[in-house]
C-alpha cells in the first residue's frame, strides 16, 4: 500500500473507531491535527483565546459526530480544516454583530427629527406586510437571519435544512421583499 492509499485507509479506520466510541482515536487524531485546526482558527480569528474555542469545537464536533466525516469524499485533514475555517468565520461574524454599535435614537430633536420618524415608521409598517407576505419558508428564514441575527449555518441548523436552501431561500426572500417594497414607493 503506497502513501496515496494509506491515508484514506487510515482516515476511514480512525471513522470507524470513533463511530465505535474509541477515545484513543480521538486522541491520535488530535495529536496529528490540533496544531492544524488551531492554527487556522488562530488566523481566522486574529485571537488566541477563540483559536482555542474554535479547536474544541471542532474536536467535540468529531466526537459528538463522527459519521459526519465521509473519507470517500475526502481527507479528515481536509474536513478538520474546513470545519476549523467555517466555525472561525462564524465566529468572526458573531463578534462583528456583537461589536457593532445599537443604531441611532429615532425620536432625536432638530432639523427632520420628526419627519424622519414618520418616514421610519411608514418603512417599517411595509417591511412588516411585506415580510407577511412572504411564503413561510422564505420568511422563517429570512426572521432568522436579520432579526435573530443567524449565520447562514446557524439558520440551517435552526430549521433542519442543508446550508445552501438556507442561503437561497434567505437570498431569495431579500429579492421579493425588495420588490415589494419598491412597487409600495417605500424602497428606491
Known amino acids: ?18 463511530a ?11 495529536d496529528m491535527y490540533a496544531p492544524l485546526v488551531h492554527g487556522l482558527a488562530r488566523r481566522v480569528t486574529g485571537d488566541a483565546e477563540a483559536a482555542r474555542d474554535v479547536t474544541q ?20 485533514r481536509g474536513w478538520l ?5 467555517r466555525r472561525a468565520v462564524d465566529w468572526v461574524r458573531r463578534e462583528a454583530r456583537r461589536r457593532r454599535p445599537p443604531p ?48 447562514y449555518r446557524e439558520v440551517a441548523v435552526a430549521l433542519g435544512i442543508p446550508e445552501g436552501t438556507a442561503k437561497s431561500r434567505i437570498r431569495s426572500a431579500l429579492a421579493q421583499l425588495g420588490r415589494r417594497l419598491e ?3 417605500l424602497f428606491p
Open 183 to 185: 412597487s409600495e414607493g
Open 81 to 85: 480544516a474546513t470545519l476549523a475555517h
Open 20 to 30: 465505535a466510541g474509541d477515545d484513543d482515536a480521538l486522541g491520535e487524531i488530535y
Open 104 to 151: 441611532e435614537d429615532a425620536d432625536r430633536t432638530g432639523p427632520g427629527g420628526a419627519d424622519e420618524a414618520v418616514l421610519a415608521g411608514e418603512l417599517a409598517s411595509g417591511v412588516k406586510r411585506s415580510l407577511n407576505a412572504l411564503s413561510p419558508p422564505l420568511r422563517d428564514a429570512l426572521e432568522l437571519a436579520y432579526y435573530r441575527g443567524l449565520t
Open 57 to 76: 469545537e471542532v474536536f467535540v464536533g468529531l466526537w459528538e459526530r463522527p459519521l459526519a466525516f465521509d473519507p470517500e469524499r475526502g481527507s479528515l
Open 1 to 18: 500500500m503506497d502513501a496515496s492509499e494509506a491515508a484514506p485507509a487510515r482516515d476511514a479506520d480512525l471513522r470507524a473507531r470513533l
